[in-house]
């Protein structure tokens, strides 16, 4: 019982790592890549500790994990949000979507 529990977290792991890889190649500017990839990378990694821990029972390893777990999700946000001031801080401005027509009056796609 336990393996398909460690397997179904392993395959949510790999699942979120895809999305946040396509995000990151999709995206049009760098926040909006962060966010994909932070978030998604937060929730493959804690899915693959998830795992982990199932794999190894009630032990020691379980209570490592777990800190290391702790520390990964209060350490990825704080990363993600000093790379976007830095970019903030340099001058990269968000990616805004040009609305067509609004003087000629042509309709928006």
Same mark, same amino acid.
Request: charged share 10%; aromatic share 12%; hydrophobic share 50%.
């Given at each position: &019982? /336990? ?15 895809? &999305? ?7 995206f049009p500017d760098p926040y909006t890549r962060l966010q994909a990839?932070?978030?998604?990378? /937060? /929730? *493959? ?5 998830? *795992? *982990? &821990?199932?794999? *190894? ?22 990363s993600a949000h000093i790379i976007a001031r830095f970019a903030w ?21």
């Amino acid at each position: &019982m /336990t393996e398909y529990i460690v397997y179904g977290f392993l395959i949510l792991g790999v699942i979120f790592n895809l &999305m946040g890889l396509i995000g990151v190649l999709v995206f049009p500017d760098p926040y909006t890549r962060l966010q994909a990839s932070s978030t998604c990378s /937060t /929730t *493959a990694v804690i899915s693959v500790f998830i *795992a *982990a &821990m199932a794999g *190894a029972g009630f032990s020691a390893v379980t209570g490592k994990i777990l800190v290391i777990t702790l520390f990964f999700f209060i350490s990825s946000p704080v990363s993600a949000h000093i790379i976007a001031r830095f970019a903030w801080n340099n001058g990269i401005t968000p990616w805004r979507r040009i609305k067509k027509g609004i003087d000629s009056g042509e309709e928006n796609d």
